[in-house]
């Protein structure tokens, strides 16, 4: 994977758009704390809202734009829970354990998806009339299904 790092930027890209968990886990103040100039008393229930983090003007360059590039040479900026503006796994001590394995199944997939075949919209669709809207739960998904054309893209004995 060290070796694609444009799959690597998409992940993140959509990561930040699209996270899976909107909001992360509720998580409980141990201690009074101060953040970011934010008083935080022990006992208090912290949300962390991973979809307006993604989207917030202050911190990323016209954020609804899809975008992969604006993570090409920025190796700082990753999704292991070091870099706050982008937690799609969270951080500390309570974050994701299968994060890694969820990230390379992803990778590995999305890089196997792209390389195995031509990817299209049906017929007369643009790009731009394709919905992202989300549904919000748990782990949130499209509201409307994607369509696509596939075709194959590899001499048809690869399959
Ligand atoms: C792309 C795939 C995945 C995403 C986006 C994801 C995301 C998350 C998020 C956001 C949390 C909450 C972290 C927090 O509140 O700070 C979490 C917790 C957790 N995830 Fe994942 N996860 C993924 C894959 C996996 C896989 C593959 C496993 C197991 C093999 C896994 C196991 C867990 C467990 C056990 C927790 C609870 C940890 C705790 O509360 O201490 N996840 N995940």
Same mark, same amino acid.
């Given at each position: 994977?060290?070796?694609?790092?444009?799959?690597?930027?998409?992940?993140?890209?959509?990561?930040?758009?699209?996270?899976?968990?909107?909001?992360?886990?509720?998580?409980?103040?141990?201690?009074?704390?101060?953040?970011?100039?934010?008083?935080?008393?022990?006992?208090?229930?912290?949300?962390?809202?991973?979809?307006?983090?993604?989207?917030?003007?202050?911190?990323?360059?016209?954020?609804?734009?899809?975008?992969?590039?604006?993570? @090409?040479?920025?190796?700082?900026?990753?999704?292991?829970?070091?870099?706050?503006? @982008?937690?799609?796994?969270?951080?500390?001590?309570?974050?994701?354990?299968?994060?890694?394995?969820?990230?390379?199944?992803?990778?590995?997939?999305?890089?196997?998806? @792209?390389?195995?075949?031509?990817?299209? @919209?049906?017929?007369?669709?643009?790009?731009?009339?394709?919905?992202?809207?989300?549904?919000?739960?748990?782990?949130?998904?499209?509201?409307?299904?994607?369509?696509?054309?596939?075709?194959?893209?590899?001499?048809?004995?690869?399959?």
């Amino acid at each position: 994977m060290a070796r694609l790092p444009y799959i690597e930027a998409i992940i993140k890209e959509t990561m930040r758009r699209h996270p899976v968990a909107v909001m992360l886990a509720p998580h409980l103040a141990m201690e009074h704390c101060n953040v970011g100039g934010y008083d935080i008393c022990k006992g208090t229930r912290v949300f962390i809202n991973t979809w307006s983090m993604g989207r917030d003007p202050s911190v990323w360059d016209s954020p609804e734009d899809f975008r992969p590039e604006r993570f @090409l040479g920025k190796a700082n900026i990753d999704v292991k829970g070091q870099n706050f503006e @982008l937690l799609p796994f969270g951080s500390g001590r309570r974050m994701c354990p299968g994060y890694s394995l969820g990230l390379k199944m992803i990778q590995s997939s999305l890089a196997n998806m @792209l390389h195995g075949f031509n990817w299209k @919209l049906p017929e007369n669709m643009k790009p731009q009339d394709l919905s992202m809207d989300e549904v919000y739960g748990l782990a949130t998904i499209r509201k409307f299904p994607l369509v696509a054309i596939t075709e194959p893209r590899l001499p048809l004995h690869l399959y």
